[in-house]
T-cell receptor, first 112, second 113 residues
Framework: DVKVTQSSRYLVKRTGEKVFLECVQD?????MFWYRQDPGLGLRLIYF???????EKGDIPEGYSVSREKKERFSLILESASTNQTSMYLC???????????FGQGTRLTVV | KNQVEQSPQSLIILEGKNCTLQ??????????LRWYKQDTGRGPVSLTI?????NTKSNGRYTATLDADTKQSSLHITASQLSDSASYIC????????????FGTGTRLKVLA
């Protein structure tokens, strides 16, 4: 079974802090994604990566950056956390050529 | 604009009853449509996938239908169980350049004993 693991289930950070959300997948998938999920808005794409060291902006990249130094790991970085970044963050991975995305369990981030 | 709309927003049913969730989409070009189940505090898990040529697909007590002409899909849950309580998300995959997902906002289902 594909496993996508996010490093934290719950995080509480202060405004202005730099925040790292980590995601690891164990199926050698080329594509990885970061979404945020807010009530009434559904999942919105922040960034995605086609392969190692490659990244593309999604629909809402402002205030975020990403890092993909190894194929299995995709990190989301909040450079200076703000309260409007309080949300559920979901990582996903997908094999190149497939349309099925596998999701991690999510990280609920609260910025106070 | 590519959009996926789901109804109802939320639904409460008694254990053992059936229910049907709706998904309407305006996505082009269309590749496939998936229904995901998301338990509270968890990531979404795929239930079914349907391509343009498929009308019906079942996965246990879950049956999805697709009408590509009217751009509508439904997810029917038979003999509901308490464990069916979750959010159900309709996701349409489009192939403009690369595979991209358009997510609905989900239907929150609560099954009561």
């Amino acid at each position: 079974d594909v496993k996508v693991t996010q490093s934290s289930r719950y995080l509480v950070k202060r405004t202005g802090e730099k925040v790292f959300l980590e995601c690891v997948q164990d199926m050698d998938h080329e594509n990885m994604f970061w979404y945020r999920q807010d009530p009434g808005l559904g999942l919105r794409l922040i960034y995605f990566s086609y392969d190692v060291k490659m990244k593309e902006k999604g629909d809402i990249p402002e205030g975020y950056s990403v890092s993909r130094e190894k194929k299995e790991r995709f990190s989301l970085i909040l450079e200076s956390a703000s309260t409007n970044q309080t949300s559920m963050y979901l990582c996903a991975s997908r094999k190149r050529g497939s349309t099925e995305a596998f999701f991690g369990q999510g990280t609920r981030l609260t910025v106070v | 604009k590519n959009q996926v709309e789901q109804s109802p927003q939320s639904l409460i049913i008694l254990e053992g009853k059936n229910c049907t969730l709706q998904c309407n989409y305006t996505v082009s070009p269309f590749s496939n449509l998936r229904w995901y189940k998301q338990d509270t505090g968890r990531g979404p898990v795929s239930l079914t996938i349907m391509t343009f040529s498929e009308n019906t697909k079942s996965n246990g007590r879950y049956t999805a239908t697709l009408d590509a002409d009217t751009k509508q899909s439904s997810l029917h849950i038979t003999a509901s169980q308490l464990s069916d309580s979750a959010s159900y998300i309709c996701v349409v995959c489009t192939t403009s350049g690369t595979y991209k997902y358009i997510f609905g906002t989900g239907t929150r289902l609560k099954v009561l004993a």
